[in-house]
């Protein structure tokens, strides 16, 4: 069955740049119909969805993110990647990969991520 | 963004209780909607999606309801393998945002 496993350096310093891959395995990145996102969680706290790339290309990010955040994918390596630039202590999280999926009801597409990686943890600090 | 807002933050109830999550969106949101489970130290597994539709594989002790604003997840039997964190997601609009979490653990 499709995995997913995030990888990247646990530990970044202040305004450097975070960058993770999550490397899909079992199934291959450039599925038509599904698509690729980026969530986090700061330690005891809840879920961030941050953004997403479809096998398009096209991406979406969340728009405090969008400054610093890109997202990209290399179908070569079947992974996507996500770039945060000039870092911050409030970056600090556990970074979760999942897959998008969608559910057509009503004309409409229900979207969902139904399968997620382990995360990572990474630590902004000098 | 859509705020989605969650009730309770925590609950506490007992092996075979059933419970019931409420999830509340700022704006109209048709059945844009999924739930999510996660326990410590794991990363989040989908339960329901389209607001009412099992995942495969989850149990028919979970059930979903609603559309447009508010939601409900109900467990039903609760076991010692679903005390964990519950999170609602809107699907929208983007940025797709998550309620705060309801934390249902063992009284």
Partial sequence: QVQLQESGPGLVRPSQTLSLTCTVSGGSVNSGGFFWSWIRQPTGKGLEWIGRIYTSGTTTYIPSLESRLSISMDTSKNQFSLRLTSVTAADTAVYYCARGNKFVSGNYNRNFLDIWGRGTVVTVSS | ?107
Avoid at chain 2, 18 to 45: E, M
Avoid at chain 2, 63 to 75: E, H, K
């Fill in chain 2, 1 to 107: 963004a859509i705020q989605m807002t969650q009730s309770p933050s925590s609950l506490s109830a007992s092996i075979g209780d059933r419970v019931t999550i409420t999830c509340r969106a700022s704006q109209g949101i048709r059945i844009d909607l999924s739930w999510y489970q996660q326990k410590p130290g794991k990363a989040p597994k989908l339960l329901i999606y389209a607001a009412s539709t099992l995942h495969t594989g989850v149990p028919s002790k979970f059930s979903g309801n609603g559309s447009g604003t508010d939601f409900t997840l109900t467990i039903s039997n609760l076991q010692p393998e679903d005390f964990a964190t519950y999170y609602c997601l809107q699907d929208y609009k983007y940025p797709w945002t998550f309620g705060q979490g309801t934390k249902v653990d063992i009284k």
